[in-house]
T-cell receptor, first 113, second 116 residues
């Protein structure tokens, strides 16, 4: 079935380091792709999204590009801050007649000062 | 002006009890969900309602029963609570796009359930 695979964490970085969190998906068609962020003790919130191939989503210095040729939607940030420490979820909208959105297992990011 | 709210935020109870979690959204969305998040942060969808109609009912014990009195509310009732039910439960909502499928989801703050 359709799935979203993201790299296992935790990812531990020093402040101002470059961040990449890999995400690949399988899907019928070309569903919208999302990154959600979950700060400690809170619910998930949308970080960015892309609705079609080659779209780039961006927000708060984070970026991800919808690559249909590699079925990927990797999250990047040029310079992380301590406040970026959170769990990041890659997700895709339902497709192929399903109503079920699919989430990756989450990647914990820890940024040290 | 909270978009998706849940009550209670914390719930500590004994095995065998029955409990309910309430969810309300003021975004005017058609679709609402319940998710269960385990201690490793894995998110599992449980149910979804669209306009008060159940559209997703994943493999969940029938001790769990969702109820949607109207489009803005989706409650979760759990009978005969078990230790393994301990988790964080998230409510979410989304609007449907013209493509016919739900898109961006808006999550509540979560209900932390601990069964002793």
């Amino acid at each position: 079935g359709d799935s979203v695979t993201q790299m296992e964490g935790p990812v531990t970085l020093s402040e101002e380091a470059f961040l990449t969190i890999n995400c690949t998906y399988t899907a019928t068609g070309y569903p919208s792709l999302f990154w959600y962020v979950q700060y400690p003790g809170e619910g998930l919130q949308l970080l960015l999204k892309a609705t079609k191939a080659d779209d780039k989503g961006s927000n708060k210095g984070f970026e991800a590009t919808y690559r249909k040729e590699t079925t990927s939607f990797h999250l990047e940030k040029g310079s992380v801050q301590v406040s970026d420490s959170a769990v990041y979820f890659c997700a895709r909208a339902p497709s192929g007649g399903s109503y079920i959105p699919t989430f990756g297992r989450g990647t914990s990011l820890i940024v040290h000062p | 002006d909270t978009a998706v709210s849940q009550t209670p935020k914390y719930l500590v109870t004994q095995m065998g009890n029955d409990k309910s979690i309430k969810c309300e959204q003021n975004l005017g969305h058609d679709t609402m969900y319940w998710y269960k998040q385990d201690s490793k942060k894995f998110l599992k969808i449980m149910f979804s309602y669209n306009n008060k109609e159940l559209i997703i009912n994943e493999t969940v014990p029938n001790r769990f029963s969702p109820k949607s009195p109207d489009k803005a509310h989706l409650n979760l009732h759990i009978n005969s609570l078990e230790l393994g039910d301990s988790a964080v439960y998230f409510c979410a909502s989304s609007e449907r796009w013209t493509s016919g499928v739900p898109e961006t989801q808006y999550f509540g703050p979560g209900t932390r359930l601990l069964v002793l």
